[in-house]
């Protein structure tokens, strides 16, 4: 096997400035120095391509109410199908990626899962953009159950939970890749420091006929079928793929959306009500240097656009909580005892001490701990990404996961507490 990582181009003579990456459900930390460098390497082409007026959240609402109902409308459609023949995002063509005898890419996942799938994400673009298959490593995942003595370690975390990401191990492809030595190991690096190939928000892909400067044209996925969009930015492209390329197994997705349906929360139900997603990540977070927000900062968020939310009237929202750490939701009843507060937490796990979500622990965990877990997580995941309006933090990869499975909006529907306080401005850095 060829194991040679390749080399990233640098851009111009600019010296990044130290990204510290953390392997967990993870963010990527940088400070000003480095967000300064970032902006100044976004493509000039496709610089504040995406800018808006300063918005704020209840503006949003009054003047894209309706739209956005019908938009989430749609995605409920769409992740929640009646039909699972007639799904608008389907599934990749792997094989139809690679020419005979060409390379194989190994694009590794590692990490916790949203953590682990923006790479594969990032990966299976730049597999495309070369005209190569790939397949996904789990040699250095953290989520699959330590060996036992005498055992080789598991690799089913992508199999066990979600339809096939690249080609199967076994694909004929892959075997002769492997025994004939057409393989490459890609590190993440290879398309996380090149913005272009991270696809970032700035970078503008022309998939028009149209004579758009010539770096607009490079990284153009033509296979993809996009050609009569015109042109679009490279969180279009994320946000589109995303969906194409992660589809929960059957079993765990009719059992996410019915949970979702009996928590009566629109649009899974259509006539249910309309809601806000809270999204409290602990854990080890507060070992990567993070502070908290306390639970005030997520209420007095809700309260700056909650009379827009209701149109005046003076009813109490209600609100899904999303958290590795149980133990917030009596502190949130306790706070707000007329709000319809709901959350997958076992009734029991509220009342005890909890250390949040720790990566390190899950090789510890058995078959049935991971089960329940990811299947928590599952139903989490699509109630925020169907919110009205999502608060938490930025520094999770969860957000951002969150963020390209929900429909377009405008960024004040997407409400991150740590944006000015540790001074990032998520709105105008790529992050995932």
Known sequence: MNLSAGRMSLIGSLAIAVVVFVFCENFVTIDKTISSSMDRIVTPTARNLRKLPDRTTQQVF???GEEMIKQLND????????D??????PLPDYESWCEPNSTLNIIPFFGGM??????????????LDEGRCFIVSEEMAHLNRAAKPGEKKKENFIGNFFDGIGLSHDHPFVLAAFKEERTHVRPWKEYWMDLRKRRNVNELFDYSIQNK???????????????TKGSMDGHALKRDFLRRMWHLKPEYREETCQTLRQHNLFPFNPQGEHYIGFSVRRGD????????PPMQDYLDATHSFLPAFHKGESISPTVFVATDDCTVLPELRKLRQHWRIISQCPEESE?????????????????QQREDHFRKFFVELYALALSRVYVGVGYTNVAWFAYFLRPEFEKPTFILLDDQKKGWDYNNIDYY
Request: aromatic share 12%; charged share 30%; with cysteine.
């Open 75 to 82: 995605t409920a459609k769409s992740l929640c199908p009646d």
């Open 114 to 127: 949203t953590n682990g799938l923006k790479f594969v994400l990032l990966g299976a673009l730049m597999s």
């Open 285 to 292: 977070k507060g070992t990567e240097g993070f502070v908290f």
């Open 62 to 64: 009054s003047e894209r």
């Open 84 to 89: 699972i023949f007639q799904d608008d995002y």
């Open 351 to 367: 009342k005890k001490e909890s250390d949040g979500f720790v990566i390190k622990d899950i090789v510890k965990w058995d078959d």
């Open 213 to 227: 400067p010539k770096l607009a044209r490079e990284n153009v996925i033509h296979s993809l079928g996009y050609d």
